[in-house]
């Protein structure tokens, strides 16, 4: 199973703009004018950048709709392989990779903004 590079290049830049653009909008008051209470306004305010249900809701069906446009999932692919075991491991493995650049994009615009 290989990805498609440019599906996954298009993915991963709509994914970053997607996710400064939505911390710049909604942190933008807590972030310019920063007060004792800014860091609990960021992780608690109902659709924060950093809020628990944005995280949970938001972000993972942005996530599975990046898997699902991301994965060439061929049957031909799939006939090919021997048995179940190495059809998990390779979906897996390349699943583990799109989180980690998920959660890395995620990461980087928090601390860049």
């Given at each position: 199973?290989?990805?498609?590079?440019?599906?996954?290049?298009?993915s991963?830049?709509?994914?970053?703009?997607?996710?400064?653009?939505?911390?710049?909008?909604?942190?933008?008051?807590?972030i310019?004018n920063p007060?004792?209470?800014?860091?609990i306004?960021?992780?608690?305010?109902?659709?924060?950048?950093?809020?628990?249900?944005?995280?949970?809701?938001?972000?993972?069906?942005?996530?599975?709709l990046?898997?699902?446009?991301?994965?060439?999932?061929s049957?031909?692919?799939?006939?090919?392989?021997?048995?179940?075991?190495?059809?998990?491991k390779?979906?897996?493995?390349?699943?583990?990779?799109?989180?980690?650049?998920?959660?890395?994009i995620?990461?980087?615009?928090?601390?860049?903004?």
């Amino acid at each position: 199973m290989k990805f498609n590079r440019k599906s996954l290049l298009y993915s991963f830049l709509i994914l970053t703009i997607y996710l400064f653009i939505s911390y710049l909008t909604l942190n933008r008051a807590e972030i310019r004018n920063p007060n004792n209470l800014s860091l609990i306004n960021i992780t608690t305010n109902p659709f924060a950048y950093y809020d628990l249900r944005t995280i949970t809701y938001v972000y993972s069906v942005i996530f599975l709709l990046f898997i699902n446009f991301t994965l060439n999932r061929s049957p031909l692919f799939i006939v090919r392989l021997k048995n179940r075991n190495s059809i998990i491991k390779i979906y897996f493995f390349k699943i583990t990779g799109i989180s980690f650049g998920f959660v890395l994009i995620h990461a980087l615009i928090g601390i860049i903004s």
